[in-house]
């Protein structure tokens, strides 16, 4: 079992920044990734960016050059970091969990809402 806790969302103008965080406990050894998705109502869940065990990172087109993953080994937590905001990011962000086996978990979700 893992446990995963976002935190970080909010009302954010464009052009603004936001960082959000999730905080995994349990069985963290098991991860294999970790990633962020977000959904808007109405269409699918799609991939933001992943890190892996190793360091490796993968983002989706809509977040190149604007959104960075990161991670703190020792505090279990993996953050993306949003720059320049766009009305079109507004989406709930969840946090997911890859293990071994391929078997996923995700956290509850955090809204982000970018408007003026």
């Known amino acids: 079992q893992v446990q995963l806790v976002e935190s970080g969302g909010g009302l954010v103008q464009p052009g603004g920044s936001l960082r959000l965080s999730c905080a995994a406990s349990?069985?963290?050894?098991?991860?294999?990734?970790m990633g962020w998705y977000r959904q808007v109502p109405g269409k699918q869940r799609e991939l933001v960016a992943v890190i892996t065990r190793g360091g490796t990172t993968t983002y989706a087109d809509v977040a190149k050059g604007r959104f960075t993953i990161s991670r703190d080994s020792a505090k279990n937590t993996v953050y993306l970091q949003l720059n320049s905001l766009k009305p079109e990011d507004t989406a709930v962000y969840y946090c997911?969990?890859?293990?071994?086996?391929?078997?996923?978990?995700w956290g509850q979700g955090t809204q982000v809402t970018v408007s003026s």
């Open positions: 349990g069985s963290i050894f098991l991860i294999n990734v």
């Open positions: 997911n969990a890859e293990l071994r086996g391929g078997l996923m978990y």
